[in-house]
């Protein structure tokens, strides 16, 4: 009895053994490519999605690029900066990535492009992240970003909203990086064309309770800007309907998506006219947006009814990256050089409009600026209103006049006056 | 000294009750064991042929290794693995001497280290040159730790009025207060985004923050963490620790302050995971509040638990193993399920062995020593 459990653990540990051997020892001639986005924490589901995207880009090329087949190094941060930084750190450093794709959030990617200074061999492309500061402050010359950032998202709004009549508006909005690239993309044309918002409240990720801000609103302005994410945003206007608040809305381009649009609140019709603005949206009336919504449909069954803005921005980073490696087939030797001077002239007409980047490789793209509408059977969708192309990461300011005005913050641009 | 070691030699104290033994702390039964023979730790002067005996084969194997783990292995290895498995072993090693030694189960430790790791970046530099304060590190770091050590000693002072689960509770809400004040706080803390572009100081010409260098400091700080608590434990302080774990009102009607010892082993644990935390803020070059939030919190109790709470070397087992998992978990299995690797590993180890991997080990061990001996002729008693 001891003796056959005694071999039986030995037979154990020699499989184990020889099972670590022959994993280290597996070679073969594919180029592998490492993929960082989030399967824990805050934006897990999102996250999946922007696997789902990348996925995509790379079906669609049967999974080969220059000539070689393409191997995804998949890994997973929680959305924080350390974990997003030793995960990248894995793929490079454990896995030998030569190429790197993520991370998803906007504090993710500065923390992966001050690494990413660490590894000039190495270029890396971003998934998701969209803080303005990781291209604009001290950018990385191997850190290449193809969609545009949450400031430009929010280009174009601005105008809408004084074209709409809101002159006087009072702002609610999450306290953090993402946030504050948004508000300054609202505000930057707003305010110079004579809009006034008359107060700010910043409340923290997560915050469940909106009495105290609610109070705060004054009567006299003409709407809100609430720029808000999932839950936070739901459970704002419910608050905001129980305790009578009927301003109308001007959302960010996480604010009025499908979580906060299925909402079975009372104050659901008040949605109706509610404008945002993103770097795409679920209405577009263009053949290769309707083609990239079919086969994300077609690939994923257990995915969302149309692809989420996590699976277009890494769907469109993923395609650059392998579009670059076309067209140099491959060759990634002398540092990388060829293949960055590819990237950087990689332009192609994506889904959602004109994918190319600037000289800080950032992406300069389109914004679509939308407003909430009732479809014939009833359900509410973003419908687009408005298409604002080529848009630069300043926003459309002579470079000069933008660094005037600094990065988004609490304080910057001020706009009370 | 593991518990069931001190409940064994309090009971055969007890039961010898002999006045010679009762007047000095009692040996624990390795000590007393013939398998030293000739050595009494308290009569003999010399404390290097005290060190001699209770040097063994497998401290210095263990010792070897780690020296010579980052000529080895790679940077990669060196860095994220060695060190940061030294970093959490260290705020690890905290809670299993407040825990196992104290029986006080804190899960404020992470959050000691996390103001700590804050205070660093305060007092030194960082990217936010409008709230540190730009002293040189040498100075910055005593002072971090001074200031965590104190808050542990205070966290400590309110929360040895209770017991138990209560005791977890109320450092529980002290950590997830910590957390709200760091987000919320932007003139000391900087709110949501935190404090980064802290780096390891450069001294005589090594750069601390390169893997080799910096694993070396963080075993330089783990090996001297880990023999404090080893010599704190079977110093008179660590023995009454231990004896106020057992029975508190014994030990204060023999005259004990047992609030003070108490609250003297929240400061010593502070003073482990603020250095800890020192490593933690170098090691990842930033902090914010998500390094000190309420799944941080927990897992230096899972890492305690992962290795065992008998013996100090258990916080670094379980830091290692919990490292291993965090990165490697995901290579193992379907990987939008990794998570699942994750909790299952920890489940069984809890499940099968609630002494987690040091008691996995001994029944091993034992196991086998046994198979062995049955094959043999059996060695007298």
Not at chain 1, 197 to 213: I, Q, R
Not at chain 1, 294 to 314: C, E, H, R, V
Request: aromatic share 10%.
């Amino acid at each position: 009895m001891r003796a056959t459990k005694r071999l039986w653990i030995r037979t154990a540990v020699g499989a184990a053994a020889a099972a670590a051997l022959m994993g280290s020892a597996w070679a073969q001639e594919t180029l592998k490519i490492g993929l960082l986005a989030n399967l824990e924490g805050p934006f897990a589901v999102p996250g999946q999605d922007g696997y789902r995207g990348a996925d995509m880009a790379l079906k669609e090329k049967n999974g080969m690029a220059g000539g070689k087949k393409i191997e995804f190094v998949k890994v997973s941060s929680d959305a924080t900066p350390d974990k997003a930084v030793a995960m990248t750190r894995k793929a490079v450093e454990q896995d030998k990535v030569q190429i790197m794709i993520g991370p998803l959030s906007g504090d993710e990617g500065i923390a992966v492009k001050n690494y990413a200074k660490t590894k000039p061999e190495i270029t890396f492309i971003n998934g998701s992240s969209g803080a303005q500061a990781t291209t604009l402050t001290d950018p990385a010359p191997n850190f290449y970003r193809f969609n545009t950032e949450g400031a430009q998202w929010m280009v174009g709004l601005g105008e809408h909203a004084l074209a709409k009549g809101y002159k006087r508006t009072f702002l609610i909005s999450e306290d953090y990086g993402f946030p504050y690239s948004q508000v300054q993309g609202f505000m930057a044309s707003y305010c110079a064309k004579g809009g006034k918002v008359v107060d700010k409240a910043w409340v923290p990720l997560g915050t469940k309770d909106y009495a105290s801000v609610i109070a705060k609103i004054p009567k006299d302005i003409d709407a809100l800007v609430v720029v808000l994410g999932g839950s936070d945003a739901v459970n704002f206007l419910t608050q905001y309907e129980q305790a009578g608040g009927n301003k109308p809305m001007i959302g960010g381009s996480i604010t009025v998506d499908q979580t906060v649009l299925n909402y079975k609140g009372k104050r659901r019709e008040s949605l109706l006219g509610t404008a945002s603005a993103g770097p795409m949206a679920d209405s577009i009336d263009t053949p290769e947006w309707k083609k990239f919504v079919a086969d994300y449909k077609a690939q994923f069954k257990d995915g969302f009814p149309s692809p989420s803005l996590f699976a277009y921005l890494y769907y469109i980073n993923t395609r650059a990256t392998l579009e670059a490696l076309d067209a140099v087939k491959g060759d990634l030797s002398n540092g990388q050089k060829a293949y960055r001077d590819a990237l950087q002239k990689t332009s192609f007409k994506g889904p959602a409009g004109e994918v190319k980047i600037d000289a800080n490789r950032n992406g300069v793209g389109t914004t679509y600026i939308t407003e909430v509408t009732k479809a014939p059977d009833g359900s509410f969708y973003n419908k687009v209103v408005k298409t604002v192309p080529n848009i630069s990461q300043t926003l459309g300011l002579p470079e000069a006049e933008f660094k005037k005005m600094g990065l988004g913050s609490r304080d910057v641009p001020d706009c009370r006056k | 000294m593991s518990a069931s070691q001190w409940r064994r030699a309090m009971n055969s104290a007890a039961t010898a009750a002999a006045p010679s033994t009762a007047a000095r702390p009692p040996l624990s039964p390795r000590q007393a064991s013939p398998s030293v023979p000739g050595v009494d730790p308290i009569a003999s002067p010399g404390w290097l042929a005290r060190l001699g005996a209770r040097i063994r084969l497998r401290h210095l194997v263990v010792l070897v290794a780690a020296v010579a783990y980052p000529f080895v292995a790679s940077p990669f290895f060196t860095y994220q693995i060695g060190a940061q498995s030294l970093a959490l072993g260290l705020i690890a090693l905290s809670l299993t001497f407040l825990g196992g030694y104290g029986g006080m189960v804190s899960l404020a430790q992470m959050t000691i280290a996390g103001l700590a790791g804050y205070l660093v970046a305060i007092f030194g530099t960082s990217s936010m040159v409008s709230i540190s304060l730009g002293w040189p590190w040498w100075l910055a770091v005593p002072f971090a730790l001074l200031g965590a050590t104190v808050f542990a000693a205070a966290v400590g002072w309110l929360s040895v009025r209770t017991e138990g689960i209560y005791t977890i509770m109320i450092t529980l809400a002290i950590g997830v207060a910590f957390f709200y004040l760091a987000q919320q706080n932007y003139t000391v803390f900087n709110g949501f985004q935190g404090l980064s572009k802290i780096a390891a100081p450069e001294l005589g010409g090594i750069d601390f923050r390169e893997p080799v260098p910096f694993y070396f400091v963080a075993l330089g700080c783990a090996l001297t963490g880990y023999f404090l608590v080893k010599h704190l434990v079977r110093a008179p302080f660590g023995v009454a620790l231990q004896g106020i774990r057992d029975n508190p009102r014994r030990m204060e009607s023999l005259g004990f302050h047992v609030t003070a010892h108490r609250v003297a082993a929240y400061a010593v644990a502070g003073l482990l995971a603020a250095v800890g935390g020192v490593l933690m803020v170098w090691y990842n070059g930033r902090i914010s509040p998500g390094t000190v939030n309420l799944a941080q919190m927990i897992s230096i109790l899972i890492i305690a638990v992962l290795g065992g709470m008998k013996h100090p070397i258990g916080a670094f087992i379980g830091a290692i193993v919990y490292v291993l998992l965090q990165n490697f978990a995901i290579d193992l299995f379907v990987r939008e399920r990794f998570n699942l690797v994750i909790g299952g590993v920890f489940l069984a180890i809890v499940l099968f062995s609630p002494d987690g991997l040091l008691g996995l080990w001994a029944k091993l061990r034992s196991s086998l020593g046994r198979t062995q001996i049955s094959h043999q002729k059996r060695r007298p008693q």
